[in-house]
């Protein structure tokens, strides 16, 4: 696997990995996508990938075929899915569905604590089998101890702990959620903004298109920016440049999100200060 290469988005970076010999590659390239959640999921954040791929003069069905693996949020099967990508011969296997920074985590639990400041006790919901699960757990309770707030730590990898965590939320006396960054967690935005809703819990999440989807607010990267950022970089690949020649490429832009409607729905009078910082505000 030394000759081929591979790129992987690690919250909107863009790093390339060599997987392939170029001699061994068909007339028509054949990119390798390998997922971990599902492509319903991933839907909108594919739709910007294969633009990036088109501004890079490559479309999908016309010159350039794409492989598609993947692994329904079970990460256990990634390995497998990988080799068995490296055994098709692909030019380049793209990887969907990385990490986000972890210091966004201290900002969003900020954010969280400036819409719901009477809240003594803030959970965190996080993904144990996630890789970077531990480091993720250290980030979010530095930053709670940083500030002086309680945290109290939800773990869940299927729908059915999505469930039982959040039937603890009373018991616990939690007064907001904090979501983390996860492929699970972004693959089942719906199920999660209904059961934050039951719940009547107001939460953070990763990304924007949980507010549309009627989450509370959202803070982190523009994945759909990232994505296309990839579709470009693995252009660039099939055309000849080398990834160590590549810039890593990493998102500059952080889009903060608040759902006004939710907020009314939640009983929550949303501070002016938080309005005005918000890149989006929906009503």
């Known amino acids: 696997m030394r000759r081929r290469e591979f790129i992987s988005l690690l919250g909107g970076v863009a790093v390339a990995w060599p997987v392939a010999a170029r ?28 633009q990036g791929l088109r501004e890079a003069g490559y479309v999908e069905g016309q010159n350039v075929t794409i492989e598609y693996r993947w692994a329904g949020s079970d990460y256990a099967r990634l390995p497998t899915l990988a080799a068995d990508l490296v055994r098709q011969h692909v030019a380049v296997i793209v990887a969907v569905g990385g990490v986000l920074l972890a210091e966004m985590e201290g900002k969003r639990l900020g954010l969280l604590r400036d819409m719901v400041s009477t809240a003594h006790l803030i959970a965190a919901l996080l993904n144990p ?71 009547s819990i107001p939460a953070i999440y990763e990304a924007r298109e949980f507010v549309v989807a009627g989450g509370l607010m959202s803070y982190g990267t523009n994945l759909a ?34 759902n006004l409607k939710t907020a009314k729905t939640l009983g929550l009078d949303v501070p002016l200060r938080l309005q005005q910082l918000a890149d989006e505000v929906i009503e």
């Open 129 to 199: 089998h996630s890789p970077v699960s531990a480091s993720e757990l250290k980030d979010v309770q530095q930053a709670a101890r940083a500030v002086g707030q309680q945290i109290h730590i939800l773990n869940a990898s299927s729908e059915y702990d999505l469930d039982a965590a959040f039937a603890s939320l009373v018991p616990v006396g939690a007064g907001a959620l904090l979501v983390g960054s996860d492929p699970f967690f972004n693959s089942r935005r719906d199920y999660l903004v209904s059961l934050a809703a039951r719940a």
């Open 225 to 258: 920016n990232g994505y296309r950022q990839v579709g470009l970089y693995t252009g660039r690949i099939l055309k000849g440049e080398k990834p160590h020649d590549l810039p890593v490429v990493q998102s500059s832009k952080f889009e903060f999100a608040i």
């Open 23 to 50: 001699a061994q590659q068909p007339a028509v390239p054949v990119i390798g996508l390998l997922g971990s959640t599902s492509p319903a999921a991933w839907a909108p954040y594919l739709m910007a990938f294969r």
